[in-house]
């Protein structure tokens, strides 16, 4: 993206058509040679090509392949920038592919769709140009491909082929365009070769391993005299998969991620093919820490033994696109926690004075300041807070959970609220309008009084307010007008996180976000959303919600410390929240939301680990409200659909409403229920899209209300939207409330 997100602001302005082709790929080309120069200069030896992607790499490999879906009209020959783009973000007649996560990163690829009728060719020759490109600068690059079988494996079947059809049947389909790229890829001078094969670290069976031996062994011949590197990225690799990687032909190297794999450092270190190279990614490339120089050091010289000194290459754990781009551009942070961080540029020299050190020419004075940063992360007292250590230390092992269950509490909830059969509900936030924006940007600009800025969203809140009540909507929202982000809000109010100014990491397309960086013990002195709740609730009779981000999505969604178990940061945010859900209760507020958005998407890579994954992040999130009485109820909101394989986790959450994405699904969600799955807790499927722009038909959504009720008890079915509203618009969001609560109404006379 850039130091300064330059690609996200060219292809935006692309895009609505107010700069040319060539503006684009100006900046695009001044930026791959700006990385290029900056590894060169601080000493990198394998520098990358073809990294650089104006959407992501899968997509790039699915125009290097040519396989376009039918519906883009594309009529062959090299893949343009309006094919492209119209694959990943649709166009006026057809809209885009499928978006889904690159592996567990907040990075998004579009997803291949594929079929025995794809029809291949070599339609895009990115790669070659990178590579010589990058040459023309005077810098030999090493070209970076997504191996054939990860991208098969990353891709689904098209629409109308069997869900049941192999997609690594198509290997023999795509390995001759491989060996096309190969061919030129030598004859324009390149001496190495990277295949990114991730998908090594996930659980394989037989068959899919098999189809790395027979990619690579089909590939080897095009490949001989290539240095071959197959790069894993992301988690341990297992076992089996470690011996067929290692026994690939044709392949001369291999990377393996060694902050999230220390157990693959066992493997390397009880077997390694002699006279292979290592490529041994011990810098963290997934997080913003100074890496702790002396002990990568040693375990580098540990590998020397294993793979001989001339073999062993020092390099990140995976891409560094997953991390901030350059610390210089931080003005903000003091200097202390400057000290203790590391982003992409300061990686790249990370790297080179480790591979310095192994030569024998350790930069001492580095090497000191790099320990010194890391004595005074590990003593400071910003860091320390020994009441919070100690609390989230008694949590520990203990089960928190509301003591009455929860068919009784929703009795006793009912009592005190009255609400309709199948109350309506929105899930928090209003349309976000430029007017909102700016008085939030003023008053941080210090532009606007504490006062106007108050009396502004007061305003607003009181405006969220009517509209629901002419709308007729039971459980009231305030609309969330005084945040820009569900986790940096309640960061900024939080001890323990910090903010920078320019760490942007890419999510999709052009979309990046600015992960809060938690740094030390996590607490929260004073209240953070008692006011605003309180000044809404006090405007109406309705049930007001009170409105929280959750512990898990708090800690997926920033950069985490790594100098103590992702659990035990997570249980003292659940407590910081525990105390802002006590005062939100004794302020009056009988119905908190707890969003665990993010909860899903934390998921674990492997199988193995999802259960204890599962188990502190459910308890977590139980541990916000345990304390809570019977009558306050507890609602809780999901994005994500695939929650099929964690319902338990969810009905163990023992939230006593959730509020959950159903509709963009095709409800694969309700097929969970239709399966026999008991289900006693209140639940809002959403029951209309809210990231279209459309409006949804009373018809419609009666529709979607009746398909639920035939799965689930009337009374404990919600009627919601299936997320926040605040990229909607007023002119969007006020007729499809309409039409949902004519619907709801509608169903309630046939009941
Ligand atoms: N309460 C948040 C909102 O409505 C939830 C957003 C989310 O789930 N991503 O905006
Ligand atoms: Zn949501």
Redesign the pocket.
């Known amino acids: 993206m850039g130091p300064k997100r330059e690609l996200k602001f060219a292809l935006e302005s692309f895009w609505d058509g107010k700069s040319s082709t060539e503006d684009l790929e100006k900046v695009a080309a001044d930026l791959r040679s700006s990385i290029w120069k900056q590894m060169s200069e601080a000493g990198i030896k394998y520098i990358p090509s073809n990294t650089f992607s104006y959407y992501d790499q899968v997509l790039d490999t699915t125009a290097m392949l040519g396989a376009v879906p039918e519906r883009y009209s594309w009529t062959g020959g090299e893949i343009g920038l309006s094919t492209y783009f119209s694959m990943a973000r649709g166009n006026a007649t057809v809209p885009a592919m499928e978006m889904t996560k690159w592996f567990d990163t907040n990075y998004h690829f579009i997803v291949p769709e594929l079929g025995p009728s794809t029809k291949f060719s070599y339609a895009s020759h990115k790669a070659v140009s990178e590579y010589k490109e990058a040459k023309a600068l005077g810098i030999d690059t090493v070209p970076v491909l997504v191996g054939p079988v990860s991208y098969l494996l990353l891709s689904k079947p098209a629409k109308g082929v069997e869900k049941s059809f192999s997609l690594l049947s198509l290997l023999g389909s795509i390995l001759p365009i491989y060996k096309e790229v190969v061919a030129e890829l030598k004859a324009a001078g390149a001496a190495w070769i990277q295949f990114d094969e991730p998908t090594l670290v996930k659980d394989l069976d037989s068959h899919e391993l098999a189809a790395f031996s027979s990619a690579y062994a089909e590939l080897e011949s095009a490949l001989s005299g290539l240095n071959v590197l197959i790069e894993t990225y992301f988690a341990d690799i297992p076992a089996e998969s470690y011996k067929t990687l290692t026994s690939l032909s044709g392949v001369t190297a291999y990377g393996f991620d060694l902050i999230r794999g220390a157990k693959t450092l066992d493997l390397i270190r009880s077997s390694f093919p002699s006279g292979k190279y290592l490529f041994a990614g011990v810098v963290d490339g997934r997080n913003i820490w100074a890496d702790d120089l002396a002990a990568s050091l040693s375990t580098l010289q540990s590998l020397e033994a294993v793979a001989g000194k001339d073999k062993l290459v020092v390099s990140t754990s995976c891409s560094l696109m997953h991390t901030a781009v350059d610390l210089v551009n931080e003005t903000k942070l003091d200097d202390e926690i400057k000290s203790w961080l590391a982003f992409a540029a300061q990686k790249v020299v990370e790297v080179n004075a480790l591979a310095k050190a192994l030569a024998g020419q350790k930069d001492e004075d580095y090497f000191a300041a790099n320990a010194a940063a890391l004595t005074s992360r590990k003593s400071s007292p910003r860091v320390t807070n020994e009441e919070v250590q100690k609390a989230a230390a008694a949590l520990k092992g203990s089960d928190h959970r509301r003591v009455t269950n929860v068919s009784a509490r929703l009795d006793a909830q009912q009592k005190k609220l009255n609400l309709p059969v199948l109350p309506t509900t929105?899930?928090?936030?209003f349309p976000q309008t430029v007017e909102l924006r700016r008085v939030r940007r003023e008053y941080k600009a210090k532009k606007i009084s504490e006062e106007e800025y108050i009396s502004a969203i007061k305003e607003e809140i009181s405006k969220v307010v009517k509209i629901q009540e002419e709308l007729d909507i039971d459980v009231l929202?305030h609309g969330?007008p005084e945040r820009n982000d569900?986790v940096e809000y309640f960061g900024e109010q939080l001890s323990g996180f910090a903010f920078t100014s320019n760490g942007w990491v890419q999510s999709y397309g052009s979309r990046c976000v600015k992960p809060p960086i938690i740094y030390g013990d996590v607490s929260r002195p004073n209240p953070m959303t008692v006011f605003w709740s309180k000044t809404a609730q006090s405007m109406t009779s309705r049930p007001m919600k009170g409105?929280l981000?959750g512990p898990v999505t708090i800690l997926n969604w920033s950069f985490v410390r790594n100098d103590q178990p992702r659990f035990e940061t997570c249980y003292q945010i659940a407590l910081a929240i525990k105390k802002e859900v006590e005062d939100l209760e004794a302020a009056g507020i009988q119905v908190i939301?707890i969003?665990e958005?993010a909860l899903r998407e934390g998921l674990p890579l492997r199988k193995s680990e999802h259960a204890f994954y599962l188990d502190w992040a459910v308890h977590s999130f139980r541990i916000t409200n345990c304390g809570v009485q019977d009558t306050t109820q507890i609602h809780t909101?999901?994005?994500y659909s695939n929650f099929n394989d964690i319902i338990h986790s969810i009905i163990d959450m023992d939230a006593d409403v959730i509020t959950i994405e159903n509709s963009r699904s095709d409800e694969k969600l309700l097929s969970v229920f239709r399966e026999g799955v008991k289900y006693g807790a209140g639940i809002g499927p959403g029951v209309y899209d809210i990231h279209s722009p459309r409006i949804p038909t009373t018809e419609e959504i009666a529709d979607r209300i009746n398909k639920m009720l035939a799965v689930l008890d009337t009374n404990i079915l919600w009627v919601n939207p299936d997320?926040?509203?605040?990229t909607r618009k007023y002119t969007e969001v006020k007729p499809a409330l309409t039409n949902m609560v004519s619907a709801t109404k509608l169903i309630r006379t046939q009941l």
């Open positions: 929105t899930i928090g936030s929202v969330e569900m409105m981000t939301q969003d958005a909101h999901m994005c997320c926040g509203l605040k």
